[in-house]
């Protein structure tokens, strides 16, 4: 990876910070994106004096608010001379219901409004870098759901319900724009990366947070585990060329049906341009 430019959302914790490190040991310029810069900018540090490089920096956003995604977007495409990765790894998973500063369901804003809108507005700098890679941190979760565009915000669905419907919704998005991107050298997958010991299950109730950190561990992931997938999307020279695929453990699977719906994917690829102000 030495001489690649990678940007790796939601990487000051978890299966992002994992992946960041995985990167930067393969001797990429790794861009570690976080919602508290202070944060970002120790992780940052601590992943370039372990892998003894130089070139890790920390960038800043919250993805709750799309004014600063769009900020994000710009900072990064006038700073860069090319990415050749991008990996949406910054998620959350909400218990009780919230909104985000523009008014969305808060899960849905950050799963899947703020990818889609920072992936199309780094578009011109991936093309402009092909061959480029796009991934996408979806989930098993999405199997159960499905997705009604005359409610996208969820209103009376429980936390896990919405999580599952903005796990869906990103494998929509990977189908829809690997679709546009055909022939433009930039790839488009996405992945699951397993059950991870991560603070995704921070806002969780106190003693479900307190099962998981203990008997629950025993069965789950490490985030260095729950990062293999995305590293190797990032990073594999057998998967350049592929595209549109949906990974698990490192092989290509199928996702559910409802996440292979065509028409599905471009009507929610038009309410997502709708809802984040960009031009469908």
Same mark, same amino acid.
């Given at each position: 990876?030495?001489?690649?430019?990678?940007?790796?959302?939601?990487?000051?914790?978890?299966?992002? /910070?994992?992946?960041?490190?995985?990167?930067?040991? /393969?001797?990429?310029?790794?861009?570690?994106?976080?919602?508290?810069?202070?944060?970002?900018?120790?992780?940052? *540090?601590?992943?370039?004096?372990?892998?003894?490089?130089?070139e890790v920096r920390a960038v800043q956003a919250d993805f709750a608010h799309l004014t600063q995604v769009r900020r994000l977007a710009?900072? /990064?495409?006038?700073?860069?001379?090319?990415?050749?990765?991008?990996?949406?790894?910054?998620?959350?998973?909400?218990?009780?219901?919230?909104?985000?500063?523009?008014?969305? *369901?808060?899960?849905?804003?950050?799963?899947?409004?703020?990818?889609?809108?920072?992936?199309?507005?780094?578009?011109?700098?991936?093309?402009?870098?092909?061959?480029?890679?796009?991934?996408?941190?979806?989930? *098993?979760?999405?199997?159960?759901?499905?997705?009604?565009?005359?409610?996208?915000?969820?209103?009376?669905?429980?936390?896990?319900?919405?999580?599952?419907?903005?796990?869906?919704?990103?494998?929509?998005?990977?189908?829809?724009?690997?679709?546009r991107l055909g022939g433009t050298g930039v790839t488009v997958n996405a992945l699951h990366p397993g059950v991870v010991a991560s603070?995704?299950?921070?806002?969780?109730?106190?003693?479900?947070?307190?099962?998981?950190?203990?008997?629950?561990?025993?069965?789950?992931?490490?985030?260095?585990?729950?990062?293999?997938?995305?590293?190797?999307?990032?990073?594999?020279? *057998?998967?350049?060329?592929?595209?549109?695929?949906?990974?698990?453990?490192?092989?290509?699977?199928?996702?559910?049906?409802?996440?292979?719906?065509?028409?599905?994917?471009?009507?929610?690829?038009?309410?997502?341009?709708?809802?984040?102000?960009?031009?469908?």
């Amino acid at each position: 990876m030495n001489g690649r430019v990678c940007v790796v959302t939601g990487a000051t914790h978890g299966i992002g /910070l994992a992946s960041a490190r995985a990167l930067a040991a /393969l001797g990429a310029t790794v861009l570690v994106h976080g919602r508290d810069l202070t944060r970002a900018r120790a992780v940052a *540090e601590d992943i370039g004096r372990a892998a003894g490089n130089s070139e890790v920096r920390a960038v800043q956003a919250d993805f709750a608010h799309l004014t600063q995604v769009r900020r994000l977007a710009q900072e /990064l495409t006038d700073s860069l001379p090319r990415i050749d990765v991008l990996i949406n790894n910054a998620g959350l998973l909400n218990v009780s219901r919230a909104v985000s500063a523009d008014g969305y *369901e808060l899960t849905l804003a950050v799963n899947h409004l703020a990818p889609f809108l920072l992936t199309n507005l780094l578009l011109a700098k991936l093309k402009s870098s092909a061959p480029a890679r796009i991934i996408v941190v979806a989930s *098993e979760a999405h199997r159960r759901a499905r997705l009604d565009f005359h409610d996208l915000m969820s209103n009376g669905a429980s936390g896990w319900a919405a999580y599952g419907r903005s796990k869906l919704a990103n494998l929509l998005f990977s189908q829809a724009l690997a679709a546009r991107l055909g022939g433009t050298g930039v790839t488009v997958n996405a992945l699951h990366p397993g059950v991870v010991a991560s603070n995704l299950f921070h806002p969780a109730p106190p003693l479900l947070r307190a099962l998981l950190a203990s008997v629950g561990r025993l069965f789950m992931r490490s985030p260095a585990q729950g990062a293999r997938t995305s590293v190797y999307l990032a990073s594999a020279p *057998e998967v350049a060329d592929r595209t549109g695929g949906y990974y698990v453990d490192c092989r290509l699977v199928a996702p559910s049906r409802a996440a292979q719906s065509a028409a599905d994917a471009a009507r929610l690829w038009q309410e997502s341009a709708r809802l984040t102000g960009l031009a469908a």
